[in-house]
């Protein structure tokens, strides 16, 4: 789906616009358990699974020539959304991820209970 596309259909239909960049989408991929973002110059990814009500990100990945250019935050935004719908809790194993939500207090109350 393009950029200008309704934001609803992306959704429903699994492709997330990714704002801000020349990104075609990124593609939830529920079965692989994974966000990917496509682009002419490369991909990015971000690796997640669940358990119960918590949404643990474990690898955010973009190739070099993405780097720097915030792909990498767009994934995490978009796995922080889905949790967000869903009701789940996010653990970010992932130090990206774990970084991005120390500098974005809004997605705080997102992010799981340590056990203790």
């Known amino acids: 789906?393009?950029?200008?596309?309704?934001?609803?259909a992306a959704r429903s239909s699994g492709h997330l616009p990714c704002h801000g960049r020349a990104v075609s989408s990124i593609e939830?991929?529920?079965?692989?358990q994974r966000f990917e973002a496509r682009l002419p110059?490369?991909?990015?990814?971000?690796?997640?699974?669940?358990?119960?009500?918590?949404?643990t990100i474990v690898h955010t990945e973009v190739d070099?020539?993405?780097e720097g250019k915030g792909v990498a935050g767009q994934l995490?935004?978009?796995?922080?959304?889905?949790?967000?719908a869903n009701g789940l809790?996010?653990?970010?194993?992932?130090?990206?991820?774990n970084t991005y939500m120390?500098?974005?207090?809004?997605?705080e109350a997102l992010r799981a209970p340590k056990p203790g």
């Open 1 to 8: 789906m393009s950029l200008s596309g309704d934001a609803d």
């Open 28 to 32: 939830h991929q529920p079965q692989r």
């Open 41 to 55: 110059e490369g991909r990015g990814e971000i690796v997640y699974r669940t358990d119960g009500q918590t949404l």
């Open 64 to 66: 070099p020539s993405l």
């Open 76 to 84: 995490v935004r978009a796995a922080l959304d889905h949790a967000r």
């Open 89 to 97: 809790r996010v653990d970010p194993v992932c130090s990206y991820a």
């Open 102 to 107: 120390q500098r974005h207090p809004e997605t």
